[in-house]
């Protein structure tokens, strides 16, 4: 079953960094486009960042354009999204999503994403 896997979470200072890790053991993550989404208490959850399956596409949200980074390892099959000069509003609960759709292109749309992992948080402090 596919399944992607989120790691690298933790607690920071403002103005730190973090990089995140999203894997799925058995699949080949360059095959699916791959987004990065959170959600914090309260909030709705929105689109951070993805890259596409094919043509190196990325997407960033205005509000970590500049501070956020997402890219491929295919060494290591993983998808990371570094992140750093980290605020508190981007405290949440951090999910990697892949879509199935092979294409050029991606979009911070959640519906667009069809496997979800469990999440991992994130928390920065003042």
């Known amino acids: 079953q596919f399944q992607p896997v989120e790691s690298g979470g933790g607690l920071v200072q403002s103005g730190g960094s973090l990089r995140l890790s999203c894997e799925a053991p058995g699949f080949t993550l360059d095959y699916y486009a791959i987004g990065w989404f959170r959600q914090a208490p309260g909030k709705e959850r929105e689109g951070v960042s993805c890259?596409?399956?094919?043509?190196?596409?990325?997407n960033y949200a205005d509000s970590v354009k500049g501070r956020f980074t997402i890219s491929r390892d295919n060494a290591k099959n993983t998808v990371y999204l570094q992140m750093d000069n980290l605020k508190p509003e981007d405290t949440a609960v951090y999910f990697c999503?892949?879509?199935?759709?092979?294409?050029?292109?991606?979009?911070?749309?959640?519906?667009?994403?069809?496997?979800w992992g469990h999440g991992t948080q994130v928390t920065v402090s003042s």
């Open positions: 890259v596409s399956s094919t043509e190196g596409f990325t």
């Open positions: 999503a892949a879509e199935v759709r092979f294409g050029p292109m991606c979009l911070l749309l959640s519906d667009d994403y069809d496997y």
